[in-house]
């Protein structure tokens, strides 16, 4: 999900420490479950929750496929880095550990296999060292999109969150009148008054390094938990005592419940293409995990956890909540519950979570936008990359925040293109021209973190699903 992509450029352990599988998959878990999940509820009654069921089925699997891929691609790029010669910096300084020959290391097991992944190398690594400059090019373009509608959607989600906070009873459902929220300010300016704030207080961190400290990851994990666990009790705890929150607040009878819809799967399909990616980070989680033998058995338990755990989300708010009063921030339609505090706590989920991913997201969007606009070998003034590149991954979301406060659209837009990108196409082309490098450097020596799904034929079948996927959502903002 979007929430909390770890850096581009890293943002993962970087200090040679390292953590159990178990510990890695809690990582995982954590990247993929997301603030992304709380748009889904209302795209899944759309759908109908039998289509929607399936939908998400199906795009659990193929995430699953395509990051299968990145580790064997992962993995073919550590290959290479051995073979690069050694820079060897003075030739007083022998290293204390003499490196085993690659010969050896070919035919030794798969412990220390030529293809063991000990070496960080992020996407745009692997894209420079197998894509053609064309390819890398449009690399980048693909992070860039990606990233800056990720941007968007945080800036608006964040202000919104706020104004059903500070506004709350002033708000009808499905919009608001001209009432006035604070003092004179009508419920409507609000809004704006919360981005400007936001713009002024979060955008300034854009423009420095700031490290994802640990402390703050726990304790958005913690939230995060908490959050979703509550939201699901409370809709379980409605649905049995089938009472709602007020007069107004009716629980639906199961028959009127949509059970399919295809008119409402491009609309699931763009918001839910988001929630289970966590490709662009693979590279920072994995590395670290100590033991990598059971790499595989590691994300299926994930990806089929997450599933279990989007449908449930899914299901209970779809029995739970009329179709028509589903909120595009599912936290928001908690606002009326009884305890004011656990209604201002879900309300605040969203803006606690985001503010604190806002950053690391910038950061990554500054540093690609870096690559792809500055070249190597040119000296530009220092204020470009100081000033000017930060400004430029922040200014046009905050002017796209001023301009529309329709997250859905936002999200389906960017999400399905971009998304289909880094989540499918880019990683089934790396592991596609890694294979093809590979094979031509060390031969057919066995890869331990070779993908399960090793014919070509998974390569084109997901080649083809991301053209279907195109094409879906395509017809989708035609229709809308």
């Known amino acids: 999900s979007s929430s909390s992509s770890s850096s581009m450029a890293g943002g993962g352990v970087d200090d040679g420490s390292t953590y159990s599988p178990l510990v890695g998959g809690m990582f995982v878990f954590n990247l993929i479950v997301g603030a992304g999940a709380l748009a889904m509820p209302q795209a899944f009654s759309e759908s109908g929750y039998i289509g929607g069921l399936v939908l998400i089925a199906v795009l659990a699997f193929c995430s699953y496929v395509t990051v299968t891929f990145m580790v064997e691609a992962m993995s073919i790029a550590n290959a290479f880095a051995r073979r690069k010669p050694k820079h060897v910096q003075s030739s007083a300084v022998s290293p204390l550990i003499a490196d085993k020959n690659d010969s050896e290391l070919m035919e030794s097991g798969s412990k220390d296999s030529i293809y063991s992944i000990s070496k960080r190398t ?4 692997m894209a ?14 693909c992070i860039i999109i990606y ?21 709350g009873e002033n708000m009808t459902v499905k919009g608001y009148q001209s009432s006035n929220c604070m003092g004179s300010i009508s419920t409507h300016h609000s809004y704006y008054l919360f981005l400007t704030f936001f713009a002024l207080t979060i955008g300034p961190f854009c423009f420095f390094n700031v490290q994802k400290t640990k402390l703050l990851q726990i304790f958005t994990t913690a939230m995060r938990w908490v959050t979703f666990i509550l939201m699901i009790t409370i809709a379980i705890v409605g649905i049995a005592s089938h009472k709602g929150f007020n007069k107004d607040d009716k629980i639906p009878s199961p028959s009127k419940i949509k059970m399919f819809d295809i008119r409402g799967l491009p609309i699931l399909f763009g918001v839910a293409i988001y929630s289970f990616m966590c490709h662009h980070s693979l590279p920072s989680l994995v590395v670290p995990i100590s033991n990598k033998t059971h790499l595989t058995r590691v994300f299926v338990v994930d990806f089929l956890l997450i599933l279990f755990f989007y449908s449930l989300l899914c299901f209970t708010a779809v029995f739970r909540f009329k179709a028509s009063s589903l909120e595009d921030l599912y936290t928001l339609n908690f606002e009326d519950f009884s305890s004011a505090f656990v209604s201002y706590f879900l309300a605040l989920f969203p803006v606690v979570t985001l503010s604190a991913n806002f950053p690391i997201i910038a950061i990554t969007l500054r540093n690609n936008l870096r690559e792809l606009l500055i070249p190597k070998d040119k000296v530009l003034p220092a204020w470009i990359n100081k000033i000017g590149v930060p400004l430029l991954a922040i200014a046009p979301p905050i002017l796209i925040g001023f301009a529309t406060e329709d997250v859905q659209f936002l999200v389906s837009f960017t999400g399905s293109y971009a998304g289909v990108g880094i989540q499918y196409v880019i990683p089934a082309l790396l592991c596609y021209m890694g294979r093809k490098l590979a094979i031509k450097e060390f031969g057919h020596t066995r890869n331990p973190h070779r993908s399960v799904f090793s014919g070509n034929v998974w390569i084109y079948g997901t080649l083809v699903w991301s053209l279907v996927c195109v094409v879906l959502v395509t017809i989708n903002h035609i229709i809308k």
């Open 122 to 125: 992020e996407m745009a690594e």
């Open 128 to 141: 420079q060292d197998f894509f053609p400059p064309w390819g890398v090019k449009l690399f980048y373009l």
């Open 147 to 167: 990233l800056y509608g990720d941007l968007c959607i945080y800036v608006v989600a964040i202000p919104k969150s706020l104004q059903s906070v500070v506004c």
